[in-house]
């Protein structure tokens, strides 16, 4: 297997760890309990910051092994999928710290949920760039990144019908008054 390879591979599964906690959590709140999510939950910043060295580690040895011109314009169709998850984990990896937070507030919040823009970028990443060499992790990848996706989608239906309810709550309540 290649650098190449595992290199994406741990990056992945690094990234798939930072947003695990929360969806996890979201669709089977049991899992609260469990002391791997403690621990995930706990140590996400790390974990996000380890997902953007892997990333550079990936996209350094793509573009040398691959000798690709990062001067062609070419060059941004092919990858724009991981020249966008790049940009997006630079700007998360810059923006992980306590001045960040305070200093961009609510927009910190709204920054950090492009973590789920790169999901599909990935998604899309993998299925395209890796269609002529799947290896091993290629497929494992994509697998656990597919059931994330579904645990994501399942976890934005139960925050939509929650944010439903408390509307109807909230009107049922004015009504009275």
Not at 54 to 75: D, G, W, Y
Not at 92 to 118: D, E, G, P, Q, R
Request: hydrophobic content about 45%; glycine content about 4%; some cysteine.
């Amino acid at each position: 297997m290649s650098l190449v390879s595992i290199s994406g591979f741990l990056a992945l599964i690094t990234y798939i760890g930072t947003i695990i906690p929360t969806n996890l959590t979201t669709v089977f709140p049991d899992t609260k309990k469990l002391k791997f999510i403690k621990f995930l939950f706990k140590n996400r910043r790390n974990t996000g910051l380890a997902t953007f060295f892997l990333a550079t580690i990936h996209t350094t040895v793509t573009i040398s092994q691959k000798e690709i011109n990062l001067l062609s314009l070419n060059t941004y169709f092919i990858y724009y999928t991981g020249i966008s998850s790049f940009i997006i984990f630079t700007l998360l990896a810059i923006t992980s710290n306590k001045f960040s937070i305070k200093t961009l507030k609510k927009s910190w919040k709204t920054l950090h949920n492009l973590t789920y823009v790169v999901m599909v970028l990935l998604l899309i990443h993998i299925w395209s760039l890796m269609s002529d060499s799947w290896t091993k992790l290629t497929g494992i990848g994509l697998c656990l990144l597919s059931l994330m996706a579904i645990i994501y989608l399942i976890r934005l239906c139960i925050e939509f019908n929650k944010k439903g309810k408390q509307k109807l709550l909230k009107s049922h309540i004015t009504s009275r008054v």
